[in-house]
């Protein structure tokens, strides 16, 4: 029955199998081989932090330990974890409320579904955003249109058309790229919601939260846009080396979405240690300044030396791509990577556009300046 499925996947070299990994710190075995690991998102080398982790379990209050909620939140499984961390992230966003979720695919699917239901909405996409998002639009049937990546101009010559006809237009973006690692014009963004006061804004910051401003709450809060953004994403998987997502919004929209989000609704919530775990980790985020340094940079020189041998990168931070073209090539570069002792994995279509594989390095503070050499040597 999916055979030939499988076969137009194996021909194009897009056929996905698991790797077997063994982890160890920043490392995993393959087939018994030690790899230095590129292609986690633990961008602050947090999660194989065992005396952060000691630290924690040691201090655990008897109330967190549980290791399932075994029940929606809004049936029996409101631990009263979900809302102390939703306090503590509140009293930084000012005039706002926080919703936690399960995790920012469940947040993302279920929240812009939910708003896709509310009459006259309309949202606006930039091309890149995260699959989360585009499976949001898809399953509320939402109207939506899709802009060139970071392109004002076609944005705004959308809304022009489009203006009239709706009372709600929802932006859709990423303060920092999954897969371009670029940045959001954020300062344009929120110009035109200046302009247009039907706009919204809807920010996506999976991977910028934890790695911008002293608090590390995130490329938006380090710019000064907070007030300016309706709908801020953060996700828990990546810097912040937990699990889960929250929304930062106005209280109408939590209200809204504790009504409407089915995720949210229809799934047993995420285990209170795994809440607990996460709010640690953002009362400790001030302690993580000299490691949100050396990520910065490192990133920079390991762009500069790409620069000195003059491939061209995409890129703006800590997570950076060599573009490579077709799938083939991807898949030989990250074995010449394999090799010699890198676990940096082609990405390929549909994760990023056709004809653009790439080999995506996510850089962590864990890395040292000689392991930034030995990959540019490679290559
Ligand atoms: C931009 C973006 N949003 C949302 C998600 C989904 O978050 P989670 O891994 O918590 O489901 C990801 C994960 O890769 C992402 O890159």
Same mark, same amino acid.
Request: net charge positive; hydrophobic share 45%; with cysteine.
């Given at each position: 029955m999916l055979d030939d499925i499988f076969t137009t996947l194996k021909q194009n070299y897009n056929f996905r199998v698991l790797s077997h990994l063994k982890h160890d710190n920043c490392f995993v075995y393959k087939e018994g081989k030690k790899l230095l690991n590129l292609a986690s998102n633990d961008y602050l080398a947090l999660s194989y932090d065992k005396n952060l982790i000691e630290e924690f379990l040691d201090n655990l209050k008897e109330k967190y330990k549980y290791f399932s909620s075994s029940s929606s939140r809004s049936l029996s499984g409101n631990f009263e974890i979900y809302e102390e961390f939703e306090e503590y992230l509140k009293m930084q966003f000012q005039g706002f409320e926080v919703l936690h979720f399960n995790s920012g695919y469940h947040l993302n699917l279920s929240c812009i579904a939910a708003l896709a239901s509310v009459p006259k909405t309309l949202f606006l996409a930039d091309k890149f955003i995260h699959a989360s998002m585009v499976d949001g639009l898809l399953l509320g049937k939402a109207h939506f249109f899709r802009f060139k990546h970071k392109d004002i101009k076609a944005l705004e010559n959308l809304i022009q058309i489009h203006y009239d006809k709706y009372d709600n237009i929802i932006i859709l973006s990423e303060a920092l790229f999954s897969m371009d690692g670029d940045f959001s014009d954020l300062k344009a963004l929120c110009a035109l919601k200046q302009r247009y006061k039907k706009i919204k804004l809807y920010i996506d910051e999976a991977h910028s939260v934890g790695c911008f401003n002293d608090n590390g709450l995130g490329l938006v809060k380090h710019l000064g846009f907070d007030k300016e953004i309706d709908f801020l994403v953060f996700t828990f998987g990546k810097a912040v080396a937990s699990?889960?997502?929250?929304?930062?919004?106005? &209280? /109408? +929209? $939590?209200?809204?979405?504790? %009504?409407?989000?089915r995720a949210f609704i229809y799934s047993t919530a995420l285990a209170?240690?795994?809440?607990?775990?996460?709010?640690?980790?953002?009362?400790?985020? &001030? /302690? +993580? $300044?000299?490691?949100?340094? %050396?990520?910065?940079?490192?990133?920079?020189?390991?762009?500069?030396?790409?620069?000195?041998?003059?491939y061209e990168i995409l890129g703006d931070a800590y997570i950076i791509s060599l573009v490579l073209g077709d799938n083939l090539k991807a898949l030989n570069i990250a074995q010449i990577l394999e090799n010699q002792g890198f676990f940096a994995p082609a990405i390929k279509e549909p994760t990023v556009p056709k004809n653009t594989a790439r080999i995506r390095f996510s850089l962590h503070a864990g890395l040292r300046l000689d392991d930034i050499e030995r990959i540019i040597n490679i290559l």
């Open positions: 699990m889960g997502a929250c929304i930062i919004t106005h &209280k /109408e +929209f $939590k209200d809204f979405f504790i %009504n409407k989000a209170p240690i795994n809440v607990a775990f996460t709010l640690f980790i953002f009362k400790k985020m &001030k /302690e +993580f $300044k000299e490691k949100r340094e %050396n990520l910065h940079n490192l990133a920079f020189l390991f762009k500069e030396k790409f620069a000195q041998k003059k």
